[in-house]
């Protein structure tokens, strides 16, 4: 697969993001496939950080550990991110000091790196800017390097400025400065990429913000929270669109508060939701419950990074899946949901309102620090494709209910729900104790039985109507396979396009849906392939352990990460070369 790929490295609070946004859109505006992440420290400013972009003519959903390219702010970072630095790649830097960086000077010389250099801060000084605008100087050499075109670049800037225009003529002063003291090209056809004709109409976006355009879409109009990151983002664009969408949007005081009043949202008839990180969430379980017993439907998301306690704040990690299906007190249906990537979030935040109304029970959609951040293209959504289901009572209906329709016992276990004062007919109790058909408490020893067992009911009717995995790769017959959830969809199917043309076959059977756990077409796929591995964002392999329990199969070989970081090419590379 043709890739080029870039690492923008500095500290925190030097301009890194700006850059990075404006590179993005940049290669998007000209036509190019993007994926992108940032990788920082839990600083507010300081350490050494860096944003990834990875940039290819064909279809991208992953990201190497390694660059062809690297623009460096700072000193720290370029030290610290040199050695992904592939041999015959470019550094682009401005630091001043070279006798200070000798010994990494002679590494490139070694490895036949092409240093660009130029004096940022005098060029900075020139053009009356301050020392912070050297990012952007910098971006102006790197465009040119690549022989790039210069307007494109400075609609970006211009983008990116817009709402400040005070600062945009002299970013633009400082662009052109950077763009035009490079002679030299290196051009982009060196790295096996080309520019592309025909352009199809793209959209940049991240996780958190098509999860929060995806819950608008699916009706959500009460949106509540706390920030913890890596949700906090979704606080932010619900906050930004709040006047277009006339969505609700209120910052809780803690966490308890917000999955009360999410909980009290949804009782009401309104569309409510909320999203934390696990630590947050532990503080909501009371309340899940609750939802449980009332059979009340309750829709949230828990972006997941590394613990326990504060752990990596700002990192990654999939390792909240136990967390989710096993979490709060009791026993009551829950479906757990993940998402990989935009796509999935625009579309599985909508099935997930279906489902928790439908079934009137909690639905929990898992996302990771990863999919929360990282930055992709892909086409503009589908609108209108998944409809809303309420599962409410027809308003023709209302005036025939009687108050034990609201928790009946029935076969399935499923009872009718309407919402409170849509009519005058009929009217229920909703408590956190036991009890009887029309919400009356009990404690009648064979009643409670029977309305637990009405609730747990449930558990067979949802099974049943969630999606089976998909196989992504050819369908059976594999060299290698693998099974896992969330972001490692992603790189997966990186790797597979990769490994086609070697003639290796790889697929990957990949869980939407992780609880309860679908086993048809995962039993088929142990049978129809001789190697089936399980890729995984923690130690102990939790979707692994419910596989392995509930089908009795035992995985080949397992490839776990979890040290903060996502799946990078090269750790399914060494996994798949060792074992093929």
């Not at 050494?48 to 660059?67: Q, T, W």
């Not at 609609?155 to 002679?183: H, M, Q, T, W």
């Not at 009290?264 to 008839?269: D, K, L, N, S, Y």
Request: hydrophobic letters at 40%; one cysteine or more.
């Amino acid at each position: 697969m043709n890739r080029l790929r870039i690492k923008v490295a500095g500290q925190s609070g030097s301009g890194l993001l700006s850059v990075g946004e404006i590179l993005i859109n940049s290669f998007k505006e000209l036509g190019y496939n993007v994926v992108a992440d940032r990788e920082y420290p839990s600083l507010i400013k300081g350490g050494y950080s860096c944003f990834s972009i990875n940039v290819s003519d064909k279809e991208i959903k992953g990201l190497s550990n390694k660059a062809d390219i690297m623009l460096s702010i700072d000193k720290e970072s370029m030290e610290a991110y040199f050695d992904t630095l592939e041999k015959g790649g470019i550094l682009v830097h401005g630091y001043e000091r070279l006798f200070g960086i000798k010994d990494l000077i002679e590494k490139a010389k070694k490895r036949d790196i092409k240093v660009v250099h130029q004096m940022v801060r005098s060029i900075a000084k020139e053009k009356g800017a301050s020392i912070l605008m050297t990012n952007v100087i910098l971006t102006g050499i790197f465009w040119k390097t690549l022989g790039l075109d210069y307007n494109v670049l400075k609609k970006s800037v211009e983008n990116k400025f817009k709402s400040k225009p005070e600062l945009l003529e002299i970013n633009l002063r400082c662009l052109r400065a950077g763009y035009e003291s490079v002679d030299k090209i290196i051009s982009i056809e060196d790295f096996k990429i080309k520019l592309l004709k025909n352009k199809e109409k793209k959209i940049v976006i991240n996780g958190n913000k098509a999860l929060a355009l995806g819950a608008v879409h699916a009706g959500c109009r009460f949106y509540i929270a706390y920030p913890m990151s890596p949700s906090s983002s979704i606080l932010t664009y619900f906050s930004e669109m709040s006047e277009k969408t006339g969505v609700m949007v209120k910052q809780g005081e803690d966490e308890i508060t917000v999955a009360n009043m999410a909980l009290g949202a949804m009782f009401m008839g309104t569309r409510a939701l909320f999203a934390t990180s696990g630590g947050g969430y532990d503080l909501m379980t009371e309340t899940v419950s609750l939802a449980g017993m009332i059979e009340n439907p309750l829709v949230g998301i828990i972006a997941q990074r590394p613990g326990p306690a504060t752990g990596l704040p700002t990192w990654t990690l999939q390792a909240d899946l136990n967390l989710a299906i096993y979490s709060s007190h009791g026993e009551f249906p829950k479906v757990v949901i993940s998402i990989s990537d935009p796509e999935d979030a625009f579309d599985l935040i909508q099935h997930a309102f279906n489902i928790s109304e439908k079934y009137q029970i909690v639905v929990l959609v898992l996302t990771e620090k990863n999919i929360c951040e990282s930055e992709m293209t892909i086409s503009p959504f589908k609108q209108g494709k998944i409809s809303i289901e309420r599962g409410l009572v027809k308003e023709g209906d209302l005036q025939n209910l009687k108050n034990i329709d609201r928790f009946r016992i029935t076969k399935n276990g499923l009872s009718k729900r309407w919402i409170p004062g849509s009519t005058d007919k009929a009217y229920y109790f909703a408590n956190g104790d036991e009890h009887d058909e029309d919400g009356s408490l009990t404690e009648d020893g064979e009643k409670c039985a029977s309305m637990y067992e009405k609730r747990m009911r449930k558990m067979d009717l949802v099974s049943k109507a969630l999606p089976e995995p998909e196989i992504y790769g050819v369908k059976k017959g594999a060299d290698i396979s693998f099974v896992g959830w969330g972001s490692s969809k992603n790189i997966m199917r990186d790797v597979i396009a990769i490994y086609k043309n070697k003639g290796i076959k790889v697929n990957y059977l990949h869980f939407s849906y992780l609880f309860p756990l679908k086993t048809k077409v995962l039993e088929r796929f142990f049978n129809e392939n001789s190697s089936v591995n399980l890729i995984e964002g923690n130690y102990q392999g939790q979707l692994g352990k419910m596989i392995e329990a509930e089908v009795k199969k035992k995985f080949a070989g397992k490839l776990l990460k979890y040290n903060g970081r996502p799946f990078f090419l090269e750790d399914l590379e060494k996994f798949i070369n060792k074992r093929t």
